[in-house]
């Protein structure tokens, strides 16, 4: 069912199976953009098998039970509830799918404002209440944000998100409280995974290079651990769409053959194609030629040689031997 329908025709199968009269009173509590989804998904919904339209309405079912019982006792609670009802398996599917949505629909009005006034409201607050704040804006804005702290502050923030796993429904209630004069809008948000090593990475990526150079320097001194876990996460192989030619085949020169055809094996035609199109047409054959022979490959084996061309990107980066264009303040002269 997941592979062949999307979100939206799902919903759409929940609201057909509802009937009119339920459905009409659904819309009243959607917005007019949601409407015209809705509707435009309505229409244009293939006819559903009963088994399947069985299996999305339990589906809904279950996320909703899920939603009411997290909202209602907590996660430990929800997690109780949910593994006698379902299992083990089906519970943890359950919590990680609804948890995610929340994450989205939680503090979405940061998201929508304008960075200069989410600086200017937060940028005397304590270090961990900027970190739990920007842990529920964008990359984007809290980059931005970040670039513009003080320099001391600065590191306090990054470590803070990094570490950050989770938040109770208390410690966030109390920070709305206290910031809830400055803002218009606050919204209530249900214990839920929160900021982490891959979003301030994500951060980090975003972020110009003077500042980056900055914190990696100073969160080296206080963890090196954390800071070379970041790291690592900040340019992943996949990222080599953003790099132009001239890096590509810059990089290309220095990695081994062998970590290449395994890389290759396990990305996406996308990378696969920007790689060969910036090689000769006589390696390209090789390569090709080796993947043909190479079959039963470890995923961990992929990911490692991955990694191994990942480090020399870095390395050529930091030696000035070819550019990863990413946000911030850089600038790039041709």
């Known amino acids: 069912m997941a592979d062949t329908l999307t979100k939206q025709q799902m919903a759409a199968a929940v609201i ?13 509590y959607l917005t007019q953009e949601e ?9 244009g919904l293939r006819q559903i ?5 069985e299996n999305i309405l339990t589906n809904f079912y279950q996320m909703c039970l899920t939603q009411k019982v997290i909202t209602e006792g907590g996660m430990e609670y929800a997690k109780n509830v949910l593994e006698k009802a379902f299992g083990v398996q089906q519970a943890t599917v359950l919590l990680e799918r609804v948890t995610s949505s929340l994450k989205t629909r939680s503090f979405e009005f940061l998201r929508k404002a304008d960075y200069k006034n989410l600086m200017a409201i937060i940028q005397n607050e304590h270090p961990q209440t900027i970190a739990l704040v920007l842990s529920y804006a964008t990359a984007d804005q809290a980059s931005t944000i970040i670039s513009e702290l003080p320099r001391e502050k600065q590191i306090e923030v990054v470590e803070r998100i990094a570490k950050m796993e989770s938040a109770s429904p208390e410690v966030i209630k109390l920070v709305e409280k206290n910031l809830e004069a400055k803002f218009a809008s606050i919204v209530s948000v249900d214990f839920t995974e929160i900021g982490g090593i891959n979003y301030i990475a ?34 992943v192989f996949e990222d080599i769409t953003i790099l132009d030619d001239r890096s590509i085949q810059r ?21 696969t194609d920007l790689i060969y199109k910036n090689m000769s047409q006589r390696q390209a054959e090789t390569i090709k030629s080796d993947l043909e022979f190479l079959h039963n490959v470890r995923l961990r084996d992929v990911e490692e040689a991955q990694q191994r061309i990942v480090a020399v990107i870095r390395r050529l980066e930091e030696e000035g031997e070819l550019i990863i264009i990413k946000g911030g303040k850089d600038e790039v002269i041709a």
């Open 16 to 28: 057909i199976s509802l009937g009119a009269e339920s459905a009409s009173s659904v819309y009243k």
């Open 35 to 43: 409407i015209e989804q809705l509707t435009i998904e309505i229409s």
């Open 49 to 53: 098998a009963a088994d399947e339209a």
């Open 202 to 235: 994500d951060v980090m990526n975003h972020l110009d290079r003077s500042d980056e150079k900055y914190i990696f320097d100073e969160l080296s001194k206080k963890d090196e651990s954390l800071s070379d876990e970041i790291r690592k996460r900040m340019f």
């Open 251 to 271: 990089f290309l020169r220095d990695v081994d053959i062998k970590d290449l055809v395994l890389a290759i094996k396990g990305s996406n035609q996308e990378v």
